[in-house]
């Protein structure tokens, strides 16, 4: 079987305010800690200043945007691809759109990027986005197989879904990986530590042991991997792996606990494992 590749992406949105707000640091310092951290790229909405700095380092990007206004897609998508994405994460549109205008929109979106060539967008599992809730997301993806005939490319943040559905550990499998035929159709995964209260839950405790939250968190990112490998072993297909850890600035963290960029650095590692394990 051809072997399958993991990329390791940090987001900068990881690095926000780090080391702090007083003197937070310059892009560059942010991409030389990426790089020391052993991560193969990042994520961002990406710029010219994106793409430059990391050529310089050669690290991998993924671009983003956030947009409902179709007129805005060709160029939103464009920007990216001028600044070295191939892949795209897309949240789309809003919590009010509705099921027939999340499926136009996202036909738009993807017969946009065809037209270009030569870049995958991806639909993210999002709150206040057009896939805020399982159904509203699998109504989509339905939409779209029935529309095209193929299967809809999305990054997975099941974090989301859990918080909506009130989940508990023991039923996180159970309730989150019910379509195998997306999961491995997909390429982009944020696995950011959550439970069925919150969206993100710490790493660590602060003195480097790990919390019963993460613990209780990592069975279900084995059961995602294998989940994407597949009856194929991944038939040489690409993941990649977004420790997402959020910053106190937007409130996914909070002050008191463990920074999320020292976070995210320790969460890669565990990643890493779990996907070797997961493949051997």
Not at 187 to 202: A, K, L, S, T, Y
Not at 237 to 253: D, F, L, Q
Request: include cysteine; hydrophobic fraction near 35%.
């Amino acid at each position: 079987m051809p072997t399958p590749k993991l990329y390791h992406v940090a987001n900068l949105w990881s690095l926000t305010d780090y080391p702090s707000a007083v003197r937070p640091w310059s892009l560059g310092e942010q991409l030389d800690a990426i790089k020391t951290a052993g991560f193969d790229g990042f994520t961002t909405r990406l710029e010219a200043e994106h793409a430059r700095e990391a050529q310089k380092r050669e690290l991998f990007v993924v671009g983003y945007f956030s947009s409902g206004d179709e007129t805005q897609f060709s160029d939103l998508l464009k920007s990216q691809k001028d600044a070295g994405a191939r892949y795209i994460n897309v949240q789309l549109a809003d919590h009010d759109t509705t099921p027939d205008e999340a499926l136009r929109l996202t036909l738009r979106l993807m017969e946009e990027a065809e037209r270009i060539g030569g870049i995958e967008p991806a639909v993210e599992v999002h709150r206040d986005t057009c896939t805020e809730t399982p159904e509203k997301t699998y109504a989509l993806a339905n939409g779209y197989i029935q529309k095209t005939g193929k299967t809809l490319p999305m990054t997975w943040d099941f974090s989301h879904l859990s918080v909506v559905k009130h989940l508990s550990p023991e039923n996180y499998i159970e309730r989150l990986l019910v379509r195998p035929d997306l999961i491995r159709s997909s390429v982009q995964f944020h696995f950011r530590p959550f439970n069925g209260h919150h969206c993100q839950v710490p790493v660590t405790r602060g003195d480097g042991s790990l919390t019963r939250e993460v613990t209780d968190w990592l069975p279900f990112v084995r059961a995602t991997v294998d989940t994407w490998l597949g009856p194929d072993k991944g038939g040489g297909r690409t993941m990649i792996a977004v420790p997402e850890m959020g910053p106190v600035n937007g409130g996914y963290n909070f002050e008191q606990l463990p920074n999320s960029w020292e976070e995210a650095i320790r969460l890669r590692p565990m990643l890493d494992q779990i996907w070797r394990e997961a493949v051997a």
